[in-house]
C-alpha cells in the first residue's frame, strides 16, 4: 500500500480514502474482529465494492497495519 498525503485534508483522511477510514473505525470498535463481509456491510454495501474493501484489508494486514486470520469455508 502506498500512502500518498494529500494536504487539503486533515487528520486521517491525509492518508486513507473516506471509506478506507470508515473500514478502520469500524474493526478498531469491533472487539472481537471482522470479517470481509462485516467490513463491507458496516461501510455501506451501497457506497463501495466488496472488491475495494477486500483489496483495502489485504494491503492493509500486507503492511502490517492489521493482522489477518484466515478461516477456511
Not at 48 to 61: D, G, P
Request: proline share 1%.
Amino acid at each position: 500500500m502506498s500512502l500518498k498525503m494529500d494536504l487539503l485534508e486533515r487528520g486521517l483522511l491525509m492518508f486513507f480514502k473516506d471509506y478506507q477510514l470508515d473500514a478502520l473505525k469500524a474493526l478498531w470498535n469491533s472487539p472481537e474482529g471482522m470479517n470481509s463481509r462485516q467490513v463491507w456491510e458496516a461501510v455501506g454495501a451501497t457506497r463501495i465494492s466488496r472488491a475495494s474493501i477486500i483489496n483495502f484489508l489485504e494491503e492493509a494486514a500486507e503492511n502490517e497495519l492489521l493482522d489477518k486470520h484466515e478461516i477456511t469455508g
